[in-house]
T-cell receptor
Framework: AQRVTQPEKLLSVFKGAPVELKCNYS??????LFWYVQYSRQRLQLLLR??SRESIKGFTADLNKGETSFHLKKPFAQEEDSAMYYC???????????FGAGTRLFVKA | GAVVSQHPSRVICKSGTSVKIECRSL??????MFWYRQFPKQSLMLMAT?????????EQGVEKDKFLINHASLTLSTLTVTSAHPEDSSFYIC?????????????FGEGSRLTVL
């Protein structure tokens, strides 16, 4: 069965500190993994995908198939990074996408 | 970028009535749309996958007769909450994926907050 686990509901860090939002998944095939972000009073939007292997707004995420993880990292957090972050998994093609419980990141000045 | 629009953004209805929520992809075609439900401070729960021209695929535990989904065109899916009860009060979010040439990314509507009195 597909499952996405985000163990931290809330993560609070100081500005300039490194941040890592954890995500573990369970899937029998080859999944597509995503991080979505929801800023205050805005809709959900894509932050990054594991396939593209890109850095967006300083965030990166590496798919570790051995540990079935897709942790989101940023070396220096900014206040504007404060938001709700969701890890998501899709089976690919037209398959459904399921979401983790989400982690609220709060970056303190 | 691709835009998904939901309407209405807020709706209040009496118990026992039906409410329809529309989800439109404004600048792309979407053969598949997804309906999620979000409870306060909780994650998005997938309710169903809406397939253009065919029946929706519902997740386990979601009542098909309660939450009617219609996907009559490549740009419109509707969710009708029938005989609404207070426990149906929630935030409903639709999303869509580009039909062809897409990246797998989901584009989300702004959500619809339903309050059943």
């Amino acid at each position: 069965a597909q499952r996405v686990t985000q163990p931290e509901k809330l993560l609070s860090v100081f500005k300039g500190a490194p941040v890592e939002l954890k995500c573990n998944y369970s899937y029998s095939g080859s999944p597509e993994l995503f991080w979505y972000v929801q800023y205050s009073r805005q809709r959900l939007q894509l932050l990054l995908r594991h396939i593209s292997r890109e850095s967006i707004k300083g965030f990166t995420a590496d798919l570790n198939k051995g540990e079935t993880s897709f942790h989101l990292k940023k070396p220096f957090a900014q206040e504007e990074d404060s938001a709700m972050y969701y890890c998501a998994l899709s089976g690919g093609g037209g398959f459904k996408t399921i979401f983790g419980a989400g982690t609220r990141l709060f970056v303190k000045a | 970028g691709a835009v998904v629009s939901q309407h209405p953004s807020r709706v209040i209805c009496k118990s026992g009535t039906s409410v329809k929520i529309e989800c439109r992809s404004l600048d792309f075609q979407a053969t598949t749309m997804f309906w999620y439900r979000q409870f306060p401070k909780q994650s998005l729960m997938l309710m169903a996958t809406s397939n253009e021209g065919s029946k929706a695929t519902y997740e386990q535990g979601v009542e098909k007769d309660k939450f009617l989904i219609n996907h009559a065109s490549l740009t419109l899916s509707t969710l009708t909450v029938t005989s609404a009860h207070p426990e149906d009060s929630s935030f409903y979010i639709c999303s869509a994926r580009v039909a062809t040439g897409g990246t797998g990314e989901l584009f989300f509507g702004e959500g619809s907050r339903l309050t059943v009195l």
